[in-house]
């Protein structure tokens, strides 16, 4: 299943497909990426990052691809599980400054089993 | 890994009485941590980057005077909701960076977050 980020803020998958949720971030001078999961009541985990000078990074069971041409990023989970029924955010940053990154909005995301 | 701790994490309060909320980084030294402001099924929206031993930085629409951030020690900062109002109702999360190096920018652990109700 796929998710369009800001238009269609949920995705629901049949456990053990794979996910795709797109995100598409706001500053072309960003040059940090962060992937975040958020179960109902907690608060944000991170899950993967990635630098403006790679377009991919893999993770376990997670990989995150960049597009900086159209700022658009993505995050794949292979073999989805109940246990990833959360909401994701990605966040964009400045690595020279290190300092407070920005959130996009979230993609719920639920598993069928 | 790292931990961020806050407390309480949650907290029920008349209208017009002020709440404290802390934020610590339990096992490594935060200079910076951020406060964020979280609505039901929305977005993290950055409140104020909270700065040991100096003012914080608040975001552009967030009242300075409604919500106090002091950060008096690396690894404590507290956020008081003062004269809270229904409206201040929320899910309020801190996180808190850890130093990065010339290559590193260091990573951001986020608390479990304080749920506010004004009644």
């Known amino acids: 299943g796929e998710s369009v980020g800001l238009h269609l803020p949920t995705l629901s998958v049949q456990e053990g497909d794979n996910s795709i949720i797109n995100c598409a971030y706001s500053?072309?001078?960003?040059?940090?990426f962060i992937w975040y999961k958020q179960e109902s009541g907690k608060g944000p985990q991170f899950i993967i990052d990635?630098?403006?000078?790679?377009d991919k990074r893999q993770g376990q069971r997670v990989t995150v691809l960049l597009n900086k041409t159209v700022k658009h990023l993505s995050l794949q989970i292979a073999a989805t599980q109940p246990g990833d029924s959360a909401v994701y955010f990605c966040?964009?940053?400045?690595?020279?400054?290190?300092?407070?990154?920005?959130f996009g909005t979230g993609t719920s995301l639920t598993v069928i089993p | 890994g790292a931990v961020v701790s806050q407390h309480p994490s949650r907290v029920i309060c008349k209208s017009g009485t002020s709440v404290k909320i802390e934020c610590r980084s339990l096992?490594?030294?935060?200079?910076?941590m951020f406060w964020y402001r979280q609505f039901p099924k929305k977005s993290l929206m950055l409140m104020a980057t909270?700065?040991?031993?100096?003012?914080?930085?608040?975001e552009q629409g967030v009242e300075k005077d409604k919500f106090l951030i002091n950060h008096a020690s690396l690894t404590l900062s507290t956020l008081t909701v003062t004269s809270a109002h229904p409206e201040d109702s929320s899910f309020y999360i801190c996180?808190?960076?850890?130093?990065?190096?010339?290559?590193?920018?260091?990573?951001?652990?986020f608390g479990e977050g304080s749920r506010l109700t004004v009644l």
């Open positions: 909270s700065n040991e031993g100096s003012k914080a930085t608040y």
């Open positions: 966040a964009e940053g400045f690595s020279n400054t290190g300092n407070q990154f920005y």
């Open positions: 996180s808190a960076r850890t130093s990065g190096s010339r290559t590193n920018t260091g990573e951001l652990f």
């Open positions: 990635i630098r403006s000078n790679m």
């Open positions: 500053n072309s001078a960003s040059d940090y």
């Open positions: 096992d490594f030294q935060a200079t910076t």
